[in-house]
């Protein structure tokens, strides 16, 4: 388009934004006029395609401000990605897709944003994708500058710059008002010059002047390097009782308010008709927008353990490997590789290893939009990392419905001498607010093999949680392997380590070593006790449950004990209408100290004597 085109494009826009936020009586209508003319001129600039919206080679455009939706989808709907009525008529209804943030899966929109701060490290995700790919797309962010307070945009800038992303191009609509007044004055950032330390190029221009916006894309696009265009704005721009006033931010105009900025614009107040449509919408979820791709992998030849080693061996052994067979398998590390043991990946296919550095926010948000991006994707931390401090970013992760195998050692008390900052204790409860992750907790190396090289086969959000320590491989009462060449790993199943029927031993993990040495002693002195491995404590085998719970059921974890494996299978006994003989559950509930691993069991009455004390007070006669 050309700037007379782009200027008329910029003014329907406007009118769309004030009557879809009109309409639904919410939104967000100012920092959408501020952003308007930077988005429609960015969708005519990029590389896109309205008729085929996913198509490979088209650019990536993600707003990390999500709020400004209302810009997003009018621009949408002038380019002809999605329908203009069912825009205004549908804004914010539980039975539209357009709802008060944008979603990934709308055509045009590739990230689903709200939570500010998480778009660039998005971005440097999907730049990183077309260098592994040998892509030629280009990556646009367009952010906010109140945003850019936040230390995750840090943590994607520094990373831009260490991988020379000079496909990655940041506009920041910087109209200097945030929801309590000023940005510059809530919380000062020298944007400009943070952006030129981190060594990023910088263009600053007038962000409703369509030459100089066009201009600064064309020059960003063929630098060479990251850029950021500095576009300063004016929020509620185009209506004169709106322009810079900060009560704007996130409030709909009323009718009088709306007659008098459609008439400024020179646009129809037709309101009434979409307000008509919008009253007979009906009051349902709206259809899921989710994307995925067909996995293209060989998993390989499952490695078996014969002697004792560690869970985490076993893992970044198997990731390694995938890697070895298969292009689209990457790993991202927090500087622990020889940790997590991703060093064997670096040592045998280091164009797979992305290392972040201690950046955890911006690693998880990076590591979700790598996987979407047609790679197998890994993120390996400590439990405490990759799992408690990156909540909210893998909870975006799942609302974007990514391919991410979030694989965490050091979980539980096996950590080390390091102590309470570092003990994980929530590696199964806190997944379960994501609601779209699965969680596996393997036995031993040998079931760690085959847990990962089975996630890297399936669409979906993984957690794969591991200790510390070297343990021996579970072996049958036979001596032989349990989990051997033989066993093949299905999600959800319970694994009967030992049938009994006096009593039935559940736990999972760490625990589990101790657990045998337990109950094996306690058999041979004539007490049938059973001992089930729970290695996918989130999805119950049923059946399996069913026929050990009608005894009496010890449930041991090294996790936090109100939250963990026992609090999901006394809720799943409850829905199943079972109610055990006797139940007990042994786990951590407080703060461990410091201390080696033997020794924290032995507080938490998790080691070989305390699991023999506890299930000798379940045999005992009330």
Same mark, same amino acid.
């Given at each position: 388009?050309?700037?007379?085109?782009?200027?008329?494009?910029?003014?329907?826009?406007?009118?769309?934004?004030?009557?879809?936020?009109?309409?639904?009586?919410?939104?967000?209508?100012?920092?959408?006029?501020?952003?308007?003319?930077?988005?429609?001129?960015?969708?005519?600039?990029?590389?896109?395609?309205?008729?085929?919206?996913?198509?490979?080679?088209?650019?990536?455009?993600?707003?990390?401000?999500?709020?400004?939706?209302?810009?997003?989808?009018?621009?949408?709907?002038?380019?002809?990605?999605?329908?203009?009525?069912?825009?205004?008529?549908?804004?914010?209804?539980?039975?539209?897709?357009?709802?008060?943030?944008?979603?990934?899966?709308?055509?045009?929109?590739?990230?689903?944003?709200?939570?500010?701060?998480?778009?660039?490290?998005?971005?440097?995700?999907?730049?990183?994708?077309?260098?592994?790919?040998?892509?030629?797309?280009?990556?646009?962010?367009?952010?906010?500058?109140?945003?850019?307070?936040?230390?995750?945009?840090?943590?994607?800038?520094?990373?831009?710059?260490?991988?020379?992303?000079?496909?990655?191009?940041?506009?920041?609509?910087?109209?200097?008002?945030?929801?309590?007044?000023?940005?510059?004055?809530?919380?000062?950032?020298?944007?400009?010059?943070?952006?030129?330390?981190?060594?990023?190029?910088?263009?600053?221009?007038?962000?409703?002047?369509?030459?100089?916006?066009?201009?600064?894309?064309?020059?960003?696009?063929?630098?060479?390097?990251?850029?950021?265009?500095?576009?300063?704005?004016?929020?509620?721009?185009?209506?004169?009782?709106?322009?810079? /006033?900060?009560?704007?931010?996130?409030?709909? !105009?009323?009718?009088? #308010?709306? $007659? *008098?900025?459609?008439? =400024?614009?020179? %646009?129809?107040?037709?309101?009434? /008709?979409?307000?008509?449509?919008?009253?007979? !919408?009906?009051?349902? #979820?709206? $259809? *899921?927008?989710?994307? =995925?791709?067909? %996995?293209?992998?060989?998993?390989? /030849?499952?490695?078996?353990?014969?002697?004792?080693?560690?869970?985490?061996?076993?893992?970044?052994?198997?990731?390694?490997?995938?890697?070895?067979?298969?292009?689209?398998?990457?790993?991202?590390?927090?500087?622990?590789?020889?940790?997590?043991?991703?060093?064997?990946?670096?040592?045998?296919?280091?164009?797979?290893?992305?290392?972040?550095?201690?950046?955890?926010?911006?690693?998880?948000?990076?590591?979700?939009?790598?996987?979407?991006?047609?790679?197998?994707?890994?993120?390996?931390?400590?439990?405490?990392?990759?799992?408690?401090?990156?909540?909210?970013?893998?909870?975006?992760?799942?609302?974007?419905?990514?391919?991410?195998?979030?694989?965490?050692?050091?979980?539980?008390?096996?950590?080390?001498?390091?102590?309470?900052?570092?003990?994980?204790?929530?590696?199964?409860?806190?997944?379960?607010?994501?609601?779209?992750?699965?969680?596996?907790?393997?036995?031993?190396?040998?079931?760690?093999?085959?847990?990962?090289?089975?996630?890297?086969?399936?669409?979906?959000?993984?957690?794969?949680?591991?200790?510390?320590?070297?343990?021996?491989?579970?072996?049958?009462?036979?001596?032989?392997?349990?989990?051997?060449?033989?066993?093949?790993?299905?999600?959800?199943?319970?694994?009967?380590?030992?049938?009994?029927?006096?009593?039935?031993?559940?736990?999972?993990?760490?625990?589990?070593?101790?657990?045998?040495?337990?109950?094996?002693?306690?058999?041979?002195?004539?007490?049938?006790?059973?001992?089930?491995?729970?290695?996918?404590?989130?999805?119950?085998?049923?059946?399996?449950?069913?026929?050990?719970?009608?005894?009496?059921?010890?449930?041991?974890?090294?996790?936090?004990?109100?939250?963990?494996?026992?609090?999901?299978?006394?809720?799943?006994?409850?829905?199943?209408?079972?109610?055990?003989?006797?139940?007990?559950?042994?786990?951590?509930?407080?703060?461990?100290?410091?201390?080696?691993?033997?020794?924290?069991?032995?507080?938490?009455?998790?080691?070989?004597?305390?699991?023999?004390?506890?299930?000798?007070?379940?045999?005992?006669?009330?």
């Amino acid at each position: 388009m050309n700037v007379e085109q782009l200027k008329e494009t910029a003014r329907q826009c406007r009118g769309d934004i004030l009557k879809m936020t009109s309409v639904a009586q919410s939104g967000h209508p100012g920092g959408s006029l501020s952003s308007i003319d930077l988005l429609v001129s960015l969708y005519s600039f990029a590389n896109v395609y309205p008729e085929n919206p996913w198509n490979e080679n088209r650019d990536r455009i993600i707003i990390s401000h999500g709020h400004i939706s209302p810009a997003v989808y009018s621009t949408l709907a002038a380019y002809g990605f999605v329908d203009r009525e069912k825009v205004i008529s549908g804004f914010r209804h539980p039975s539209s897709i357009f709802e008060g943030h944008i979603t990934r899966g709308i055509p045009g929109v590739e990230w689903t944003t709200g939570n500010l701060g998480q778009g660039l490290s998005a971005g440097v995700g999907m730049a990183l994708a077309a260098k592994l790919k040998n892509a030629k797309y280009h990556v646009f962010v367009l952010m906010s500058d109140g945003e850019s307070a936040k230390g995750q945009v840090t943590e994607a800038r520094r990373t831009a710059t260490k991988y020379k992303l000079d496909n990655l191009t940041v506009l920041i609509d910087y109209n200097d008002i945030q929801i309590s007044g000023r940005a510059s004055e809530i919380m000062y950032v020298n944007i400009l010059d943070e952006y030129k330390a981190a060594g990023w190029k910088v263009i600053e221009i007038n962000g409703h002047d369509y030459e100089q916006i066009l201009s600064a894309l064309k020059i960003a696009k063929n630098d060479g390097s990251p850029t950021v265009v500095i576009a300063h704005t004016i929020i509620g721009k185009g209506i004169s009782f709106m322009e810079d /006033k900060p009560d704007y931010h996130g409030k709909p !105009l009323n009718n009088e #308010e709306l $007659e *008098k900025a459609l008439k =400024e614009l020179n %646009i129809e107040n037709d309101i009434e /008709k979409f307000l008509k449509i919008r009253n007979e !919408l009906p009051i349902v #979820e709206h $259809e *899921k927008t989710k994307l =995925e791709y067909e %996995i293209n992998l060989v998993p390989g /030849k499952p490695r078996t353990y014969a002697e004792k080693n560690d869970n985490r061996t076993a893992l970044g052994r198997a990731i390694a490997d995938l890697a070895l067979a298969n292009n689209n398998v990457v790993a991202v590390d927090c500087d622990l590789k020889g940790s997590v043991k991703l060093n064997i990946l670096e040592h045998e296919r280091a164009d797979r290893l992305i290392e972040i550095g201690v950046q955890e926010h911006n690693a998880a948000t990076l590591a979700g939009a790598l996987s979407v991006e047609g790679f197998i994707t890994f993120f390996a931390d400590f439990g405490v990392f990759g799992i408690d401090e990156t909540f909210n970013q893998h909870r975006l992760n799942a609302i974007n419905n990514t391919n991410l195998k979030v694989v965490v050692t050091h979980c539980g008390i096996d950590v080390g001498e390091d102590g309470k900052t570092h003990h994980a204790l929530n590696y199964i409860s806190a997944p379960t607010a994501w609601y779209d992750y699965k969680v596996i907790v393997p036995a031993d190396p040998n079931q760690t093999d085959k847990a990962v090289r089975y996630v890297a086969t399936k669409y979906g959000n993984f957690v794969i949680a591991v200790g510390r320590s070297k343990v021996d491989p579970i072996k049958k009462e036979d001596g032989t392997l349990f989990f051997d060449e033989n066993y093949g790993f299905e999600y959800g199943k319970i694994d009967v380590l030992r049938d009994g029927n006096d009593l039935v031993v559940i736990t999972m993990g760490s625990v589990i070593p101790n657990a045998i040495e337990a109950v094996d002693e306690l058999r041979k002195r004539g007490k049938d006790i059973a001992l089930l491995n729970i290695s996918c404590p989130l999805d119950l085998d049923e059946e399996t449950l069913a026929r050990y719970s009608r005894t009496k059921i010890l449930v041991l974890e090294d996790h936090n004990v109100f939250n963990g494996l026992g609090s999901i299978i006394e809720s799943k006994l409850f829905e199943m209408k079972i109610l055990p003989e006797k139940f007990l559950k042994v786990g951590i509930d407080r703060f461990p100290v410091s201390g080696n691993y033997k020794y924290l069991f032995k507080i938490f009455g998790l080691d070989k004597d305390g699991i023999i004390k506890s299930i000798n007070l379940l045999l005992e006669d009330n």
